[in-house]
C-alpha cells in the first residue's frame, strides 16, 4: 500500500499537480539534453565512476508572472559549492544545480571575496596583467584543480532561479541519473522555499505601491502588500520512492534556530521521507559543526577542531555542542584539507559521505 499524504492524498498526488499546473522553466529541453550527454559520457568512458547531484542555493517565489519582485532567503550557496570541490576531489563527478549568480565551484574563492576581484591582478612592468605575488600560490591551485574538473568533464553546471524551476530541473535530473543506480548520490543543499504563490492567483504585472499609482504619477495613499502563500508539496518522498536510481544515496539538510530541536527536526524527516541520511546544522554553528542522523537513530557529531575554525561573523562559539542530545555518541574531528584560511567543515562532511556510500554500494553488490 503506497504511503499517504496527511489530507489522504496518495504520496505524490500533489507533486503531479504542482507540475500540471506550473510551467517548466525554458531551459529545461536544454538542460536534459546537457545531463544525458554528461551522465552517458562518464557511463561509457568512466563506468565505474560515482556522480553526485548536488543542488545549491536559495530559490526564489515570484510575486508577478512579469516578476520585479520575489521573496529569497539568505543562502549564498556556500555549503553546496563548497561541497562540490572536495565531491570532485574524492573522485565523483558533479551536476551542480545552483542558484543562478550564486556561488560556484572554485570561482567562490574570489567572488565571494571581501576584495573586490581587480585587488587580486596586477599590471607588469611590460604591461601584462599578472596576479599579485601574495596570491598566485593559492590561485595556482585552485587554477589547477578547476583545470583538471574542466579537462576531464567532471563538472556540469546548470542554473535555476524559482522554487518551480528547481522542482522540474531536480524532478528531470533524478529519473536521467536512473541508468547509474546505486553510483548516484543526491546531497540536497539547496535552500528551497516552503511557499509559493500558485499561478493562477499570480499578478500578471508589476505590484504597484499606491492604489492610483499610474507610471509613479499617482498620489494615492500607500497601501499594504497581503501575500496568500500556499505550501510548496514536499517532494522529498516523491523522489525517493519514484524519481531516484533505485538504490542510490540521497541525503538531505535540515536548517534550524534552536539547539533543542534540531536532532528531533532531522529524525522525524528520516521518518517521514523514508531517505538515507539528514546532515542536520544550527544557523549559528554551521560552518564549524554538523550532525549526521540515520534511520537507525545514530547522531554523529561532526566538527572543525577550535584551533581550525576560521572567523565567522555570524557564528555564536558557545553555541557548540549545544544541539547534541546523545552526549557520548561518536565525534568525527579530523584534518582535512583545505585551499582558504582556516578549515572548511565541507573538507569533512564530503569524506565521510563519499565513504558511506562506497560502503553502501558494497553491501548492495
Not at 20 to 48: D, G, M, V
Amino acid at each position: 500500500m503506497p504511503p499517504h499524504q496527511a489530507n489522504g492524498l496518495p504520496a505524490g498526488h500533489e507533486a503531479d499537480d504542482y507540475f500540471h499546473t506550473n510551467p517548466p522553466p525554458k531551459a529545461l529541453s536544454s538542460h536534459q539534453s546537457l545531463a544525458r550527454e554528461f551522465i552517458q559520457y562518464h557511463l561509457e568512458n568512466s563506468p565505474r565512476r560515482k556522480v553526485v547531484l548536488v543542488t545549491s542555493g536559495g530559490t526564489t517565489v515570484p510575486l508577478e508572472n512579469q516578476t520585479v519582485r520575489f521573496i529569497d532567503n539568505f543562502s549564498a550557496g556556500t555549503r553546496g559549492a563548497t561541497s562540490a570541490e572536495y565531491f570532485l576531489q574524492e573522485g565523483y563527478a558533479v551536476i551542480f544545480l545552483h542558484r543562478q549568480f550564486s556561488l560556484l565551484p572554485y570561482s567562490r574563492h574570489y567572488s565571494h571575496s571581501t576584495n573586490c576581484f581587480l585587488d587580486f591582478m596586477d599590471e607588469a612592468e611590460d604591461g601584462r596583467v599578472i596576479v599579485r605575488k601574495e596570491y598566485q600560490d593559492k590561485m595556482r591551485r585552485v587554477l589547477q584543480q578547476y583545470h583538471h574538473a574542466k579537462d576531464n568533464r567532471l563538472l556540469l553546471l546548470l542554473p535555476f532561479t524559482t522554487v518551480t524551476d528547481y522542482l522540474f530541473e531536480l524532478r528531470s535530473l533524478a529519473v536521467i541519473m536512473q541508468p547509474l543506480g546505486n553510483r548516484a548520490l543526491f546531497y540536497l543543499a539547496a535552500a528551497v522555499s516552503d511557499f509559493f504563490i500558485p499561478r493562477e492567483r499570480m499578478e500578471e504585472h508589476k505590484i504597484q505601491s499606491r492604489d492610483n499609482d499610474a507610471g509613479g504619477q499617482g498620489s494615492g495613499a500607500s497601501r499594504q502588500l497581503v501575500v496568500n502563500l500556499d505550501p510548496v508539496p514536499k517532494f522529498l518522498s516523491t523522489l525517493v520512492q519514484s524519481w531516484a536510481p533505485k538504490g542510490s544515496m540521497i541525503v538531505s539538510f535540515k536548517l534550524e534556530t534552536n539547539p533543542s530541536l534540531l536532532v528531533s527536526k532531522a529524525e522525524q524527516a528520516l521518518k517521514r521521507y523514508h531517505h538515507d541520511l539528514v546532515i542536520g546544522n544550527l544557523l549559528s554553528t554551521r560552518k564549524w559543526e554538523v550532525v549526521f542522523v540515520t534511520s537507525d537513530g545514530e547522531e554523529r557529531w561532526i566538527r572543525v577542531p577550535k584551533a581550525r575554525r576560521s572567523k565567522s561573523i555570524s557564528g555564536v562559539e558557545e553555541l557548540v555542542g549545544k544541539a547534541e542530545r546523545k552526549h557520548g555518541m561518536e565525534h568525527v574531528d579530523l584534518e582535512g584539507g583545505t585551499v582558504t584560511e582556516g578549515m572548511e567543515i565541507e573538507s569533512l562532511i564530503v569524506p565521510e559521505l563519499a565513504l558511506m556510500h562506497t560502503k553502501r554500494m558494497e553491501q548492495q553488490s
